[in-house]
Structure formats: C-alpha cells, structure tokens
C-alpha cells in the first residue's frame, strides 16, 4: 500500500525508543552478576512479572498477527487467540512451580537439575536457539511492517532498526531492563487496544466506513460465449480478458490509464466490478491499480456491503454494545478482497477483487483452515495439529519460562501467570474486535495483513494510529529482548559455562552473554529480511510447534515421571526438534517460498505438531525405558528387606 | 555442579496436594477445550448455530474458554495459597 508519512508518528516514534533507550541505561548501570543479567536477581515483584509475561507473550503475533488474520479470514484468526490463551493453563497448572523450584537462569537449568548430563546440556541449549530463532522471525518481519507506514522506510531498515535497539537493550541491562520494557508496553498495548475497541463499538457498523473511502465502481457490460464484448459505458475499452477457472478477469482503459475488473457473467445482466490490481511491467516498473505509487491510487480497503437490523437493510447502526456487534456482523454481508496473482501480455498481475462473505461464515472456523466446505482429510488435520500446538507450545517457550527465575518465590510464580492470564485473556478477547474493526471499517492494506490493527487506528485519526505504531514497535521491542536474553542465556550460560566448562567469573559471564546477544540479533535481521512477505502469527504458530515438540515432552515426563533418564531426555528434545523442522521445510508455505508451487511440496501438512509432539513423548519413553539404571546391589538388598519387613 | 535455583527458597510441604489439584484442573480444562477441537473437526456446521442471545457457539465457546481459563487459574490460586498457609504451618508449629 502508499502511506503517507507524518511528523506525529515520527515523534511520538522517536519518544518511545528514546524512553527505551533511558530505561535500559538506568538499569544497566545496576547489572553487575550473571543472576542479574539472565534473572533479573529473582527479585522482580510478581504483578509486575505478570504484566511482563503479558509484554514478552502479546507479541508481534499477537497484536499484528492475529488481528490481521482475523481482519482476512474471520473467526480463524481467532483460533490463534484461543489456544495462545489455553497454552497458559498448562503453565499454570503443570510447570509454573515446579520449574521455579528447579531451575536457575535458563530452562536447561530446569531440566537438568536432577541429571547433570552434558546430552541435557547440549540439547537444551541447542533447543532454546532454534525456538528463539523461529520466535524471532515473526517479530522482526513485524518490525518491518510497522516502520514502513509510520516512517515511510523500506522493510529493511524497519528490521535493522529493531535489531540494534534490541541488542543495545540486552547486551547492556539484560533481564531488568527487558522485564521493565516488557511491563510498559504489556500495559500501555492493552490500554489502548481497549480504547480501539471502544472506538469501533462507538462507530457501531456502516456501509461507508468513512468520508474518504474509495467507493467502487460497477459497470453493465455484454457478453456473448463467455467473452466480453461490450462496457455500457461508452469511456471505457476493453483490452484484455484473463479466465482462470469459474473467475474471469477484463482489462479496461479508460483516459489511458488501465484497470482489472471482475466479470460476473452467471447473473441475469452481465457486469464488471472494480478491482485493485498490482502490475510488474516486462521492464520492471510497478503500477498500482495502472498508476504509478505516485499517484496514490492504491486504496486502505474493507467494508460492508449490507446491513440487517430487525429485518430491516439500514445503512448504519450507530453505537453497538459487544454483543450486538457480533450479532450485527452475523446478520450481514462482508466485502473481502481475494487475491489472484496471473501473467497478461508478459506482465505479472496481481489482482484483489471483491468477494462477498457472510458474516456468519466469518464467525465460525473455516475461511483459512477448512473444515466444512472444500475440507480435506489434510486441512482437518491441520487444524486439530494447530489447536494442539498452540496448547502446548506456550509452557514450552523458553523465553516465557525464564521470567519464573526473575520472582523470588514459588507463590509469586503462580501470582504473576494469573496475572498474565488475566491480562492476556482480556487482550485476545479485544483481538477479535480489533480484527472485525478493521475489516468492516477500512482497515486493511491488501498487501499486508500484518497492518490490520494499526491501520483500523488510522482511521480514527493520526494521532491514535500513531501511538498503536509505536506501542505496536514497543510490542516487538519487548518481546524480542525477552527472546534474545533466553538465546543469549543458552549459548554462554548452558553452551559455554556448563557443557564446554570454559572458567568464566561472573563479570566475564554477562560479557559472553551480552557478545551471544548481539550474534543471535545480527541472525534475527538476516532472516526477518527473508521472510518479509508471511503473516507473522503463521510463522509464531510454527515456533509453538517446534517448541511444543522439543520441549513439551521433556518438560512434562520430568515433573510427572519417575522413570525418565536423562538420554529419553536428550533423546526426546533430538527428534522432536528435527522432526517438526523436518515437517515445517517440506510444508506447502514453505515450497511457495522457495519458489515451488503449494501443492507440489511433499507433506501437505502446515502444522507440523500433531506428528512431532507425540514422537517426541513416544521417544523419552522408550529411550528411557531402555536406558534405566540397574538398581545397586545394596539398595536392592535394602528394598527386599523393606518388602519382607 | 548441578544447577540450582537463582534464589533461596523456603520449604514448602504443600507441593503433593497442589500438584494433585493442578493435574486436575488441567484435565477438566484439557477436556473442554478437546471438546472445542472435536465439534471443529467433526460437526463444524454446530460452530455457526445460534447458540443464544442472537450469538452462535463458535463465539460463546471460544470466548468461554478464554475467561473460564482465568476464572479457574483464580479458583487454583485461591486453594495453592490456602494449602501453603495451613500445611507449612502445620509443619512450623
């Protein structure tokens, strides 16, 4: 899309870094020991660490995420927020406090507490790398998409950007400056997305979402086999026709400019709705809807194209309450833009058309993950194999799982997750109001589904847009300084103190720890520039996975299973790693992105966790089995004679 | 040299019984939520009914699940807390 660039944003922008920055000074000056680099000294109070589990949970995934995917596709968007939710049950419940108990900085702490294995070691660390890495991903193609409309910079520059903040924020302060980062944005994201939501509920629903909102344009048209032969009006020419399937495409000039439209021939009277339309000319030159980005005919969509009151079509409803929102949308009809991307004369066209939906196939599963119309046994299965990730993967995280080592008690671990539960839960429920917001309101760039929550603001004005950007910013900021110090914790603190045994002090600990920072943020740039284009929640869902796979089961069977060894450990956390990155590089988005088609790639499935999670339980416990140790004569001596007694 | 907590912590005498409810509220809440996947996977047509007030279930269940997990983290709370003041003083006295 074409965005305009504005002083507000830039210095509201600028005011958030630089209280960033302030904060992580403050702090640095105070972390002096390894426990207050990787653990905030354990004395983080627990309402804060709550809020700041919100911070580092609610990231850009979260926010951008799942919003905009459900500002595309409805209720399965919401999925998302259901099971990132219900994933903090099994923390509560299972991990939080015996994790606290066990562990002293890093989740290989935790795991390794009762073996001392250097297999935990090594695999642990190695774990914590590769989720962190894939976490890392998302928040960085985040960054991206959020400083381009608020700055009018590349995607690039939006992913150095944060990478430096970041790795200036961890390398100096480490886990207090990140915590306290955390807290300030966990609160200010889920002020101001409430006051969003009572935005939209105030406007209520309307046909028009604003004044400036591009109205689209129908024409009469003639056509005789199939092929357009006529436009009723006579300014229009026809130039081309593209059919692909049941949908056919015409090409118009009008005052030499050209435009795609949409033919619909089934009805009784032919006619040609207006599309957008992205073209890549044979010599490279962009043009949106025929134009060049100059000329700004590149529209902020979404609206709805009928209402229902009592019975009643009405043009507007004015303010609604939460309920009466979502029963309003129900009962009308949604206008979607689909894209279809196909060559015409040598030029690639990638083409939005309108597609009208129902709203109440928005409010149930189904226009993203399929499980009624078009279902397959794959696509099923691919929800059931999310819907188990999502479960799973969050006590699995282990930059959630070291923010139990920054609270001094067991008590205070449980306190601060019922926070973050509280806190997290009433955002996910806000989520769905942002993303339905943004759909009927005018909030999408077509482009970019990561936009969804950022631009809905826009349209309530500058000022409001501006502050979600840099909330939005301060979201990625938190969350991968939380990601980064859990990398960075793994590769000195588990990597090079505990399994290489390299004599470290305390001082020159939190200096390997703050040079892995800066690695681990110089890899996270690299690859948020490559993965630019993907929805960031889709790319989260796949480190839930991996983290769900390699974690979950050696987490789980330590706490709950007396005969876990520390090679069905090592074993587990191996082949659950491999086999759901395994899935995920041989996964239909994945080929797309090498450059394959979808359904050329050889697993069809997306999720990878409803294979690789149970692998990863089936191998701690047969790895275990087979690797108990015999019991010592004396001990059994003493328990025969415990048995005779 | 094996790794211990990053901070000294008190004896606590209540573990077994929070861990027995814990695994308990884990299952009911495991079972509601399975219940969510399985009417998805097999009955998704049931998600787009009318399930009240003009609502369908796909939305009361799905925004069930999202306060129920807070209500029953509260509930948990409330019971850990009440089992660590009786049990470890029990043990103190």
Not at chain 1, 19 to 45: C, D, E, M, P, W
Not at chain 1, 608 to 634: N, R, W
Request: glycine fraction near 8%; hydrophobic fraction near 50%.
């Amino acid at each position: 899309m074409i965005y305009d660039v504005s002083s507000t944003a830039i210095f509201i922008f600028i005011f958030f870094v630089l209280a960033v920055l302030g904060l992580s000074f403050y702090f640095a000056r105070k972390t002096k020991s390894a426990s207050g680099y990787y653990a905030a000294g354990g004395q983080i109070n627990w309402a804060v660490n709550g809020i700041a589990f919100a911070g580092d949970y609610l990231s850009a995934a979260s926010f951008l995420g799942i919003c905009g995917m459900i500002a595309f596709y409805g209720y399965d968007g919401f999925l998302y927020s259901i099971g990132y939710l219900a994933g903090w049950v099994v923390a509560l419940f299972l991990v939080a406090e015996p994790l606290k108990r066990l562990g002293k900085y890093t989740f290989c702490d935790a795991l390794d507490s009762k073996f001392n294995s250097r297999g935990i070691k090594l695999t642990a660390a190695i774990s914590t790398l590769v989720v962190s890495i894939f976490y890392l991903i998302p928040q960085m193609v985040g960054a991206g998409a959020i400083v381009t409309p608020l700055l009018g910079f590349p995607h690039w520059v939006g992913v150095v950007l944060v990478g430096s903040i970041v790795i200036f924020i961890v390398a100096t302060a480490g886990m207090t400056s990140t915590t306290y980062v955390q807290f300030i944005k966990g609160g200010l994201l889920i002020i101001f997305s409430f006051i969003l939501v009572f935005l939209v509920l105030n406007k209520g629903l309307d046909t028009t979402p604003d004044e400036n909102y591009h109205q689209f344009i129908s024409l009469n048209a003639s056509v005789t086999d199939g092929k357009i032969t006529a436009v009723d009006d006579n300014s229009y020419k026809v130039i081309s026709q593209v059919n692909d399937k049941d949908l056919s495409f015409v090409q118009l000039e009008k005052e030499g400019i050209r435009s795609w439209w949409k033919l619909n021939s089934k009805k009784e009277r032919p006619f040609l709705e207006e599309a957008l339309s992205v073209t890549v000319k044979k010599d490279g030159t962009k043009l949106y809807n025929g134009e060049p980005k100059e000329s700004r005919k590149f529209y902020q969509v979404g609206h709805i194209k009928s209402i229902k009151e009592n019975g009643k079509e009405v043009e507007k409803t004015g303010a609604v309450g939460p309920f009466e929102f979502i029963n309003k949308i129900e009962q009308s009809e949604i206008v979607r833009f689909t894209k279809k991307a196909f060559t015409a004369d040598g030029d690639k066209v990638t083409i939005f058309y309108q597609n009208v939906t129902a709203g109440k196939d928005l409010l149930k599963p189904g226009l993203y993950y399929k499980l009624d119309k078009g279902a397959t046994f794959w696509s099923i299965l691919d929800f059931i194999s999310l819907m188990l990730a999502l479960f799973l993967g969050t006590s699995a995280l282990p930059h959630i799982l070291i923010r139990y080592y920054t609270v001094p008690s067991q008590r205070a671990a449980r306190k601060s997750t019922i926070v973050a539960i509280a806190a997290i839960g009433f955002f996910y429920i806000l989520t769905l109001y942002m993303g339905m917001g943004a759909m009927i309101n005018g909030g999408l760039d077509i482009e970019s589904s990561n936009m969804s929550a950022p631009l809905l603001a826009k349209t309530f004005g500058i000022t409001l847009f501006s502050i979600i950007s840099a909330i939005a910013f301060a979201t990625i900021l938190g969350t991968v300084s939380g990601l980064i110090v859990a990398a960075s914790g793994a590769v000195a603190h588990d990597l090079m103190d505990k399994y290489m045994k390299i004599k470290m002090t305390e001082k020159s600990k939190v200096g390997y720890g703050r040079l892995a920072a800066v690695a681990v943020g110089i890899i996270a740039i690299v690859l948020g520039i490559i993965f630019q284009s993907q929805n960031v929640n889709f790319l989260v869902g796949l480190a839930f996975a991996i983290a769900a796979s390699a974690n979950l089961p050696a987490i789980i069977m330590l706490l709950f299973w007396k005969k876990t060894t520390a090679r069905g450990i090592a074993a587990a956390i191996v082949v659950g790693m491999l086999s759901s990155l395994i899935i995920i590089l041989f996964s239909p988005t994945l080929y797309e992105i090498y450059g394959y088609l979808p359904e050329e790639a050889p697993i069809p499935l997306q999720n990878p966790g409803i294979i690789s999670i149970p692998l990863g339980f089936l191998t701690l416990v047969m790895v275990s089995l087979f690797t108990q140790k015999k019991p010592e004569p004396a001990a059994e001596k003493l328990h025969l004679e415990e048995v005779v007694s | 040299m094996l790794h211990e907590p990053a901070v000294e912590m008190g004896q606590d005498h209540s573990i077994q019984k929070k861990t027995r409810l814990g695994i308990i509220l884990f299952l009911i809440y495991l079972f509601i939520y399975s219940g969510f996947v399985f009417i998805g996977t097999l009955f998704p047509k049931l998600l787009g009914e009318e399930f009240s007030g003009g609502l369908n279930l796909a939305f009361v269940y799905g925004m069930g699940l999202i306060v129920l997990a807070a209500l029953m983290g509260l509930a948990y709370n409330y019971f850990c807390t009440r089992f660590e003041n009786e049990m470890n003083k029990e043990v103190k006295s």
